[in-house]
């Protein structure tokens, strides 16, 4: 399937030293982009779908870097269901999985554990609520687990490992067990701060260094963040990724974005909703996040957008993240809020607002086109203008 995107006023690459890439035009062909900011008339003939952006922006689909993953597309923390297709209407077109902590009953033995994260992530390799790519199974750290242990679940699938809600009576006890995750090419993340549910422990800045994990998971707080002081030793001490987010501390994760910059420390400045939780389900937490640290931090809106994309990409080895040749097709097109003080996307961050969602494209394909069922209208008309393929990409009113 071939989808192009024409009449772009804006392209918001992902990559936040060069945030801005030239054209109007994006084109992409069996879920990998192949043409960026110049598309030739043959490949807009040739496409089953050609979106018309209006002056609209495009830019990548957003990654939640910690989402509470279950099964399916339900939360039992909430007791909600299709929480993930909402989020999918908030511009989150991939979620990883904060551990499957939120499972009844979740065991805590180390056959336990692995099954669990074996199971989680089997069952989203061909699962895709709405579209979305959810990376599930991350095994939580328990006392008992081997070497082997880990190099079991790794050759299984499983490529994510939880420290903060094992039954450690000491959080540096975590740190043989997160050096044994990373060694079987785990990718290994910690609970930061105080703790947020029970049987998970407070965690300081030094702790995380000496665990010394690829991420550190909501350093502002998840809800509750570690000490001012802390965030410039993770800054100069290691090249952990500091994961900012929603339901977090809002004056630290503008302060550790403000620190990033000046120790050009950016690219490891990352963006998630440590949702669904206590604080709730947040389908637009995301783009929250983005419009509080262009305005309150006043940070490139492109730049926020990054954190949000490329900068996860990056970090977690994604192939999507970027607006660029030969990367995994998830985008959106956004723009200025119908009745929006500023005329562009990247106005409407910098101004506090949240940016209305035009269409939502996963793999190529287009999941809605017109509006989101979670934001405001945009300013500007987003449709499908050709279409040959045998169904409408309209959102469906509510």
Known sequence: MRTTIV?????????????????????????????????????????????DAGGATVCPGLIDSQVHITFGDYTPRQKTVDYLESYLHGGTTTSISASEVHVPGRPSDPEGVKALAVAAHKSFLTYRPAGMTVHAGSIIIEPGLTDSDFREVAAKGVW????????????????????????????????????????????????????????????????????????????AESDIAMQVCTAGNLRTALMCAKLCIQEDAFDRYIIATDTPTGSGIMPLGMIYTMSHLASLADLDPAWCIAAAT????????LESG?????????????????????????????????????????????????????????????????????????????
């Open 310 to 317: 490329g900068n996860n990409a990056t970090i977690y080895g």
């Open 322 to 398: 970027f607006v660029a040749n030969g990367k995994l097709a998830d985008l959106l097109i956004i723009d200025a809020p119908l009745g929006c003080t500023k005329d562009s996307a990247l106005g409407a961050l910098a101004n506090g607002d949240p940016v209305a969602i035009g269409a939502v494209i996963t793999e190529g394909v287009p999941r809605f086109v017109g509006r989101s069922r979670n934001t405001p209208p945009t300013t500007r008309r987003v449709y499908v203008s050709e279409n040959r393929m045998p169904q409408s990409y309209d959102t469906p009113r509510h």
């Open 160 to 235: 994510l490992a939880k420290a903060g809600f094992g039954r450690f009576d000491d959080p540096y006890d975590y740190a043989p067990y997160v050096a044994a995750a990373r060694q079987a090419g785990l990718i290994t993340t910690v609970h930061t701060g105080g703790a947020s549910i029970p049987d998970s422990s407070a965690i300081s800045g030094d702790h995380v260094l000496k665990m010394n994990p690829h991420v550190s998971f909501h350093v502002n707080g998840g809800p509750v963040a570690i000490a001012d002081e802390d965030f410039p030793r993770l800054i």
């Open 7 to 51: 009449n772009i006023g804006t392209i918001v690459s992902g990559d936040w030293r060069k945030p801005l890439t030239a054209g109007d035009s994006v084109s992409m062909m069996d879920g990998r982009i192949d043409s960026v900011g110049v598309v030739n008339d043959r490949l807009v003939r040739e496409a089953d779908v050609v979106i």
